[in-house]
């Protein structure tokens, strides 16, 4: 059964840090490209980072130099370190699997506010 759960997400002030972790299950990790999504409240579902099978990675311009994807393919999970968080990063962020199928988590909240 195929399962990418998300933990990591809550509340934090301006300027704190969060890790988020996407643990999946069910389908050959290493050969796929993983990414976090985030929909904040009200918006279009958009790429927030992707790293590749190989390590290289992507970022949206508005988290460069904030924000880090890694994977870890022994333990078959993905994370996102999210520094300097702003309240414009709140979002529910879903982690995706991609090659020759699709796959998405059920979310996790994030919310940044004093």
């Known amino acids: 059964q195929v399962q990418l759960v998300e933990s990591g997400g809550g509340l934090v002030q301006p300027g704190g840090s969060l890790r988020l972790s996407c643990a999946a299950a069910?389908?050959?990790?290493?050969?796929?490209?993983l990414s976090w999504y985030r929909q904040p409240p009200g918006k279009e579902r958009e790429l927030v980072a992707r790293?590749?099978?190989?390590?290289?990675?992507d970022y949206a311009d508005s988290v460069k130099g904030r924000f880090t994807i890694s994977r870890d393919n022994d333990k078959n999970t993905v994370y996102l370190q999210m520094n300097s968080l702003k309240p414009e990063d709140t979002a529910v962020y879903y982690c995706h699997a991609r090659s020759i199928s699709v796959y998405w988590g059920q979310g996790t909240q994030v919310t940044v506010s004093s």
């Open positions: 069910g389908f050959p990790f290493s050969g796929y490209v």
């Open positions: 790293i590749w099978g190989g390590g290289r990675t």
